[in-house]
C-alpha cells in the first residue's frame, strides 16, 4: 500500500494567532525520509516542469532518501539560490506538486497526494543553514575586474547579485529602504517567513563580497548614468512591483482603510505590532474587511487576525472576494491555514462603496453579490453583478490587496528605458538587458506580479547575460516584452 | 549612517519647540531641489517620518532641517544632539518646486511651515520674481527664519496670532488686503503651514482667482510611493502625496478629508507620547 504524505508540523492556530512566531515548523529528519520515500523517482519526472527554475527535483529527493543532504543541497542550489525561502514561500501547489504525477489529472492544484516537495525543499534548505553549506565560488580573473550595480534587495535583486558575486565580480546591491529584502522583509510577514532565515541569506551575501547600500533611492539619489560613471560595468534592476492598486470606488480615501502595502509594511518592516517599542502605529477593528483574493490578501488578513488577538479584540476578520474560492489565486496551504485562524471567507462579493461615520472613519462595506459567468482572459469565470442584491457589512478597518503595479520612480526619470503600458521595463528574453546597453531587469519589473521564485530565475537568466555582456562587451540585443511564467497574482 | 553636525533652537515657547539641524546626507545634499523632502528614522525602532529639506550644502555634503517638535518622533529627534548618529535618512522625494519667473509672487508660511517657504523665496528671488512674503506664527517666540526671509522679500509681513509681533491675527487677513486692494493680482500664491491656514489661503484665493500651490504633509510610512497611506483627493482623482506630489494645486485639494485622514493615528500618539520616552 502507498504511504500516506506525512503533515507537516504546525504550531496550533489558537496559538500562533497571539503572535508573529512561524507558522509551519518543518519536517524533522524522520519526517522528511519518510517523505522522500515516497517520492516514485518517475523515469519521465514531471515534477520538474512545475518548477520555474527547473529544480532537479527527482534528484535532490533521492539524495535525501540516501541520507546525502549535501548533495540534495547542492542540487537544489545549482537552480535556486535560497531553498529556505522558497522551500516557505513558493507556491507549490500551483508549480512542481501541481505537475507531480500523484496530482489528479485536471485538478486546478496539487492533491493532498503529491510529494510535500516544498517542505521537503525547506528541510534541505535548514540543513545548508546548519550546516553551513556554500557553493564554492568560482572566481575568475576575467570576471573579478568588473563592478555591478544592483538596484532593489528584494528576491531578484539578491539572488542576481549571488549569482555575480559567486564568480568574483563585485556587486553592490543599492536599496531605498532602511532595511533590505524588499517583499521579503516588508511585504511577507514573519510568520510565514521569518526575518532570521531572511538575515542568513543576507549574511551569506556579505560573506561573499556583496556590498549593501540601504537608503539609496536611485533616481531619485543617484541616477542610472552616474552609477556607470562612478564606475559600474553593469548595472541590474530588480525594482519590483511596489505601487498598491485601490479599487477607485466612492469612500476608499475615508480614514483606516488602506492597501495591503501599507498595512503589511507597517506590521513586517516597521514592526507596529510590538508598539510603542516600536514607534510606528498600526491600527486594528473590530470588524476587518480584506479585499483580495491573492496571497497578499492572505497576509494582510492574518496580520489582522493576529493584531486583534494581541489587542483583546474578539477575532472578526472577513475575506471578501468577488469569484469563487476555487479562484483564488492564493496559495491554499495559507487559505487552510487563515480558515483555522479564523478568518471568515465571503465569495461572490464585489463592494461598491465604503460608507463613513462623521470623523471621517470607515463604518460600512457597501456590496454587491456575484455570480459566475463565461471565463475571461485569465480563463476564469468573470463575476457577474447580480442586480439588486446589494447590501452592508460591517467595516471598521479595511485593507485592500486587490494587486501592485511597476515601481515608477526610476523609470519616470530614465527615458531611455523602455517600459509597456503596464509600466513594466521591456527586456530581451533570453539575456534580460533592457533598452539601455548593460543594464539588465528581472523580477515584477519585468514580468508584473509574480513569484518569489519566478523573480529569481529572471534573475539568474539576467546574471548571465551579465556575463556574457561584461565579456562580449558588443554584441546585440533583441528587446521584447516577456510575461512571467505560470502563477500570476491575478484577482 | 547620518550624523548631526549642528544643532540650534530657533523657536520656544510653552513647551512648544522649533528646532533646526544640520546633518550629513551626501545623496540629498548633493540632488534635493526646492519643495523635496526626505525620510527620516531617528533610531532603528523609531518612524519614518518625511521632512522637508530647507537647504543644502555641497560642500560639505549637509543638509538643514527645521522641526516643530510636535509628536513623538519629533520630540525624540529634538532630543538628539551634535554628533549624534541617526539611523536612516532618504532621499531626496517628491517634486521640487516649479521655479520660473512668474513676475509677481505671494508666498505664505505658517509655523514651521516657514522653513518650507524658505528655499522656494530663495530660488523664486533668483529666477528674478518679485516677492511678496507673508510669515504667520502663534507668537513671536516661535516664529522663524525672519530675517532670512526678509532678506529675499520685495514687501514683507508677519503676523501673530496673540500681536506679541507684527500685525495680531492670520496670514489669510494680509492675504485678502492685497487681494482686495486693486492692485494687479499676483501671478501665483505658494502657500505652507497648518491644514486649516492652507484651507483659508485656498478658499480666498480660490474666489480671486489667482493660481495657488500648497505642499502637503499627509501621513507617510514609506516616502517612495508604495504604501498609500498619504493619498489625497485633488479634483475628482486620488494622488499619493509622496511620489505625485507634495505641492498641489490648492483650489483642488480635498481638505475636509486630509483633515480626517490625518487624525487617525491621534490615539496612538498620545498614548505613546504619555509613556515619556523621550
Aim: with cysteine; aromatic share 6%; charged share 25%.
Amino acid at each position: 500500500m502507498r504511504k500516506e504524505p506525512v503533515k507537516v508540523r504546525e504550531v496550533e492556530a489558537e496559538k500562533r494567532v497571539a503572535g508573529f512566531d512561524e507558522v509551519v515548523l518543518g519536517y524533522s529528519e524522520e519526517e522528511a525520509l519518510t517523505e522522500a520515500s515516497r517520492c516514485l523517482q518517475c523515469k519521465n519526472p514531471v515534477c520538474i516542469n512545475g518548477c520555474p527554475v527547473g529544480i532537479n527535483i527527482k534528484g535532490f529527493i533521492h539524495h535525501i532518501t540516501q541520507k546525502d543532504y549535501k548533495g540534495a543541497y547542492f542540487t537544489i542550489r545549482e537552480k535556486n539560490n535560497f531553498p529556505s525561502i522558497c522551500g516557505r514561500v513558493c507556491p507549490a501547489e500551483y508549480q512542481c506538486r501541481k505537475a507531480c504525477i500523484l496530482t489528479r489529472k485536471g485538478s486546478p492544484f496539487a492533491s493532498d497526494n503529491s510529494i510535500n516537495i516544498h517542505f521537503l525543499e525547506r528541510f534541505t534548505g535548514q540543513m545548508g543553514i546548519n550546516n553551513g553549506w556554500m557553493v564554492p565560488s568560482e572566481t575568475s580573473e576575467d570576471l573579478s575586474k568588473f563592478k555591478v550595480a544592483v538596484v532593489g534587495s528584494g528576491p531578484a535583486g539578491l539572488c542576481c547579485a549571488g549569482e555575480l558575486a559567486r564568480k568574483g565580480i563585485q556587486v553592490t546591491i543599492f536599496e531605498s529602504l532602511h532595511k533590505t529584502g524588499g517583499v521579503l522583509r516588508y511585504g511577507i510577514p514573519p510568520f510565514r517567513l521569518p526575518h532570521s532565515i531572511l538575515d542568513f541569506e543576507i549574511d551569506y551575501l556579505k560573506k561573499i563580497g556583496v556590498v549593501f547600500k540601504p537608503n539609496s533611492i536611485i533616481g531619485k539619489g543617484k541616477t542610472l548614468q552616474e552609477l556607470k560613471n562612478e564606475g559600474f560595468d553593469a548595472i541590474f534592476l530588480g525594482l519590483g512591483a511596489g505601487i498598491p492598486t485601490f479599487l477607485g470606488i466612492p469612500g476608499e480615501n475615508l480614514g483606516n482603510i488602506t492597501s495591503a502595502n501599507e498595512f503589511l509594511t507597517r506590521a513586517n518592516l516597521m514592526s507596529a505590532f510590538k508598539f510603542p517599542d516600536y514607534h510606528t502605529p498600526v491600527n486594528i477593528g473590530r470588524h476587518v474587511i480584506v479585499v483580495g483574493g491573492g496571497n497578499t490578501a492572505m497576509d494582510a488578513a492574518r496580520v489582522a487576525l493576529r493584531l486583534q488577538k494581541m489587542r483583546g479584540i474578539p477575532l472578526d476578520t472577513t475575506l471578501v472576494y468577488r469569484r469563487s474560492e476555487v479562484e483564488m489565486p492564493a496559495r491554499r496551504l495559507e487559505i487552510a491555514h487563515a480558515k483555522e485562524e479564523g478568518l471568515k471567507l465571503k465569495f461572490l462579493v464585489k463592494p461598491e462603496e465604503f460608507i463613513g461615520d462623521a470623523n471621517g472613519l470607515v463604518q460600512k462595506l457597501k456590496c454587491v453579490a456575484c455570480e459566475l459567468g463565461e471565463p475571461d482572459a485569465s480563463g476564469r469565470r468573470r463575476p457577474v453583478e447580480i442586480k439588486g442584491s446589494d447590501f452592508e457589512l460591517d467595516c471598521d478597518l479595511a485593507v485592500v490587496a486587490i494587486g501592485l503595479k511597476a515601481n515608477a520612480i526610476l523609470p519616470k526619470v530614465t527615458p531611455e528605458l523602455t517600459t509597456d503600458k503596464n509600466g513594466d521595463v521591456i527586456v530581451d528574453p533570453q539575456t534580460m538587458e533592457t533598452s539601455i546597453k548593460n543594464v539588465f531587469a528581472g523580477g515584477d519589473i519585468v514580468g508584473g506580479e509574480g513569484t518569489v521564485i519566478e523573480a529569481m530565475g529572471m534573475a539568474k537568466r539576467a546574471a548571465q547575460g551579465i556575463i556574457n555582456r561584461l565579456l562580449a562587451p558588443t554584441s546585440g540585443t533583441n528587446l521584447e516584452n516577456t510575461k512571467g511564467v505560470g502563477y500570476a497574482n491575478k484577482c | 549612517m547620518t550624523r548631526i553636525v549642528e544643532k540650534s533652537i530657533l523657536g520656544q515657547y510653552q513647551g512648544a519647540r522649533i528646532t533646526r539641524f544640520v546633518i550629513t546626507a551626501e545623496d540629498v545634499a548633493l540632488k534635493a531641489k526646492p519643495g523635496q523632502f526626505i525620510m527620516l528614522m531617528v533610531k532603528e525602532e523609531g518612524e519614518r517620518i518625511p521632512l522637508t529639506v530647507v537647504d543644502t550644502n555641497k560642500k560639505d555634503k549637509t543638509v538643514t532641517l527645521i522641526v516643530q517638535e510636535l509628536g513623538f518622533s519629533t520630540k525624540l529627534l529634538g532630543s538628539m544632539n551634535v554628533g549624534d548618529s541617526l539611523y536612516a535618512l532618504v532621499g531626496p522625494l517628491g517634486h521640487a518646486t516649479p521655479i520660473q519667473n512668474f513676475g509677481e509672487v505671494v508666498l505664505i508660511g505658517g509655523g514651521v511651515g516657514i522653513a518650507e517657504i524658505y528655499p522656494v523665496a530663495k530660488a523664486l528671488k533668483e529666477a528674478g520674481n518679485r516677492l511678496i512674503t507673508i510669515l504667520g506664527s502663534r507668537t513671536k517666540d516661535l516664529l522663524i527664519l525672519e530675517n532670512e526671509l526678509k532678506a529675499v522679500s520685495d514687501e514683507f509681513y508677519v503676523t501673530t496670532d496673540d500681536g506679541s509681533h507684527g500685525r495680531k491675527g492670520f496670514t489669510v487677513d494680509v492675504l485678502k488686503e492685497i487681494l482686495e486692494s486693486g492692485r494687479p493680482l499676483p501671478k501665483i500664491v505658494y502657500a505652507v503651514g497648518p491644514i486649516p491656514m492652507m484651507r483659508r489661503v485656498a478658499e480666498t484665493t480660490k474666489a480671486a482667482n489667482v493660481k495657488t500651490l500648497v505642499s502637503l504633509n499627509a501621513l507617510m510610512v514609506d516616502g517612495t510611493g508604495m504604501c498609500g497611506g498619504c493619498r489625497v483627493t485633488i479634483g475628482s482623482e486620488s494622488k499619493f502625496t509622496c511620489v505625485d506630489g507634495p505641492e498641489f494645486d490648492a483650489h483642488d485639494v480635498n481638505w475636509a478629508e486630509l483633515t480626517k485622514r490625518n487624525q487617525v493615528f491621534v490615539e496612538q500618539e498620545k498614548h505613546i507620547c504619555h509613556l515619556g520616552r523621550v
